[in-house]
T-cell receptor, first 113, second 111 residues
Framework: ETGVTQTPRHLVMGMTNKKSLKCEQH?????MYWYKQSAKKPLELMFV???????ENNSVPSRFSPECPNSSHLFLHLHTLQPEDSALYLC????????????FGSGTRLTVV | GEDVEQSLFLSVREGDSSVINCTYT??????LYWYKQEPGAGLQLLTY?????DMKQDQRLTVLLNKKDKHLSLRIADTQTGDSAIYFC???????????FGKGTKLSVKP
């Protein structure tokens, strides 16, 4: 365990379903991130939250909706996804002014059918 | 914008040294990082180097930084089959402090 926990580890969903990915950290970090990792784009930054405020949204389609209720939790709400959204979704956290880089979770392997 | 480049594949024999190279563009980068990703797992921080250092050694790992050429390398001595993974280089950009990742180098270690 890295200190960043993602659930579920695997998720299969239909294109009309609504599901949520969860990320939790108790490292005292104040920034959290969602990344998408697929064969086409190995590591693609989706969203950045600093102190619960969204500071970056890298042109992500609206079918992905992030939520950060507090500095320890981050969600990614999914609805009406496409098969090309199948990928490994990685959450990370960091201390914004620290030197230790990002701590990653193990990811959620998402398959859209 | 900032960019980090790595070669995509490297294959070595067990016991040999592996050298993974990376170039970056942001001259104001403060820290540079190496991450390892094993199959089905997240990225694990291996080591990092401050931009005013030339070299950092940590057991089998040696990081070399040429700031003039914006070139970073990771040397793994006595490479083992357990070192087979994808290795990501990342720079900490100077403005927002976000990490910019390369595409990763897949290291294959043959027995």
């Amino acid at each position: 365990e890295t200190g960043v926990t993602q659930t579920p580890r695997h998720l299969v969903m239909g294109m009309t379903n609504k599901k949520s990915l969860k990320c939790e950290q108790h490292l005292g970090h104040n920034a959290m991130y969602w990344y998408k990792q697929s064969a086409k784009k190995p590591l693609e930054l989706m969203f950045v939250y600093n102190f619960k405020e969204q500071t970056e949204n890298n042109s992500v389609p609206s079918r992905f909706s992030p939520e950060c209720p507090n500095s320890s939790h981050l969600f990614l709400h999914l609805h009406t996804l496409q098969p090309e959204d199948s990928a490994l979704y990685l959450c990370a956290s960091s201390q914004k002014t620290g030197v230790d880089g990002y701590t990653f979770g193990s990811g959620t392997r998402l398959t859209v059918v | 914008g900032e960019d980090v480049e790595q070669s995509l594949f490297l294959s070595v024999r067990e016991g040999d040294s592996s050298v993974i190279n990376c170039t970056y563009t942001d001259s104001s980068s403060t820290y540079l990082y190496w991450y390892k990703q094993e199959p089905g797992a997240g990225l694990q921080l291996l080591t990092y180097i401050f931009s005013n250092m030339d070299m950092k050694q940590d057991q089998r790992l040696t990081v070399l930084l040429n700031k003039k050429d914006k070139h970073l390398s990771l040397r793994i001595a006595d490479t083992q089959t357990g070192d087979s993974a994808i290795y990501f280089c990342a720079e900490r950009e100077g403005s927002q402090g976000n990490l910019i990742f390369g595409k990763g180098t897949k290291l294959s270690v043959k027995p």
